[in-house]
């Protein structure tokens, strides 16, 4: 996952399938104004927890846009990045199993589809509980987000899970204690507000009774 060993910038390609950047103009109380937005997909992200284990299950990867973004912030520019003083660790995440929404098929069957292609569980659609929907990005794209939950148990793994194609996805199992440490005052993750919301969510409403 960390294996990285080059890494620079480019124009992003007009025909990009995840990213289209545009302007919109508007006129509020008389002003014409206009704003710079991302055209992205939608997207599903699922609470896991192995009720066998009593654990969250979460997933770790490498995303770009972290790695660029805690460089940006210290050093104020990207030019010439030194693997050595910025490894690629900074740049992992922690996060709830989740996916774009990028074929017809109904969202909680997206959400099933990444259940079992990212952490290897096998569920049915009936066993997804629908959580909220909201809008992720607001100053960017204002993308919808779906979030689910779901209990699974260790008879429900088929796999190892991992991610399909190129992905390099890791299953990481939290215990309690260890998702409570994510979300208490003074924590410091890499994790998208999603997830961070996800546990919150999990610990006021599935949470057992003695955690």
Not at 51 to 63: E, G, P
Not at 115 to 123: D, Q
Not at 169 to 189: C, H, R, T, W
Request: hydrophobic share 40%; glycine share 8%.
């Amino acid at each position: 996952m960390e294996n990285i060993s080059k890494i620079w910038l480019g124009p992003l390609p007009a025909d990009s399938p995840y990213v289209k950047p545009f302007r919109m103009y508007y006129v509020q109380n008389g002003v014409e104004k206009n704003w710079d937005l991302l055209k992205v997909h939608d997207s599903v992200a699922i609470i896991l927890f192995n009720t066998t284990r009593q654990k969250l299950v979460l997933v770790r990867q490498f995303r770009p846009a972290v790695y660029h973004g805690v460089i940006a912030s210290k050093e104020g520019s990207f030019d010439n990045v030194d693997l050595e003083a910025f490894p690629p660790s900074i740049g992992v995440t922690l996060e709830l199993c989740a996916g774009i929404v990028d074929k017809s098929k109904s969202w909680k069957e997206i959400a099933r589809e990444e259940v079992l292609e990212e952490c290897g569980y096998e569920v049915s659609v009936d066993r997804i509980e629908e959580v909220m929907n909201y809008r992720s990005g607001v100053g960017s794209s204002g993308a919808k987000q779906a979030m689910y939950y779901c209990e699974v148990t260790d008879a429900d793994k088929v796999n190892s899970g991992g991610g399909v194609e190129d992905e390099l996805i890791e299953v990481v199992e939290l215990s309690l204690d260890e998702a409570k440490k994510m979300v208490q005052q003074g924590a410091v993750n890499n994790s998208p507000p999603s997830c961070l919301m996800g546990l919150l969510w999990f610990f006021a409403n599935k949470a057992p009774a003695n955690a």
